[in-house]
């Protein structure tokens, strides 16, 4: 019951987060004087506050409850895109402000991604962690496909600012799922420094080769393809 709820309220949330990339350049767009060059800083001060934080984002997933963790994860990022969707709709929205926001939902989302990872053992029997992992890929890349199709029609039918106000909508849907799970409780180890901690991680990723390239390899598409491709359609 507990893989099932955090199934469910990740496949809404992983819906609306590809509605987001296509809606937040046509928000921007649609703003006054709004540039490609504006799309860019927005979408990336989303990356940047993800980037910023999701170190420390993996301590704390190992030091405090992973479903409260989570679950104010969900209530900041539905709020911030809930403010974004408010000022759009009541025109009101500037770069910078939507540039804020996202900055502040990508910080959110730094401690949410660590701490789902975490959490799946203590919502699956002992053994079914792989196929539980597997699942929620597999609602992420059927999000790929299905998000930005829904983002497209959502944009023409409600505006950039109402499809924002959808993907408020699936944190709420998410955090619902999280207040309802029971997940078996997690004893965290002795808590080192949080710098040792982080140095620890380093060292386990640069002791693996097919780690590190891997990360290189995605560091590499998400500079130089993602940006190309998020600018390109709008």
Known sequence: RGFALLFAGQAVS??????????????????????????????????????????????????????????????????????????????????????LLQLLYG?????????????????????EEQPANALLALSNNVAMVVGPAVAGVLVAWLGAGGALAIDAGTFVVSALTLALMRPRPYTPAPAAPMREQVAGGWREVRSRSWVWTTLVAFSAYHALVLPAIFVLGP
Do not use: W, Y
């Open 14 to 99: 992983l819906l609306g987060d590809r509605i987001v990339l296509v809606a937040t350049p046509f928000a921007v767009l649609a703003l006054p004087g709004g540039s490609l060059s504006d799309v860019g800083v927005v979408l990336g001060a989303n990356a940047l506050g993800f980037g910023l934080l999701v170190l420390i984002g993996g301590v704390v997933a190992d030091r405090l409850p992973r479903q409260l963790t989570m679950l104010a994860s969900d209530l900041v990022r539905g709020l911030a895109q809930a403010v974004s969707a408010v000022l759009l709709l009541s025109g009101s929205a500037t770069v910078t402000s939507l540039a």
């Open 107 to 127: 910080g959110a989302e730094a401690f949410f991604r660590p701490a789902v990872l975490g959490l799946v053992p203590q919502v699956t029997d002992p053994g």
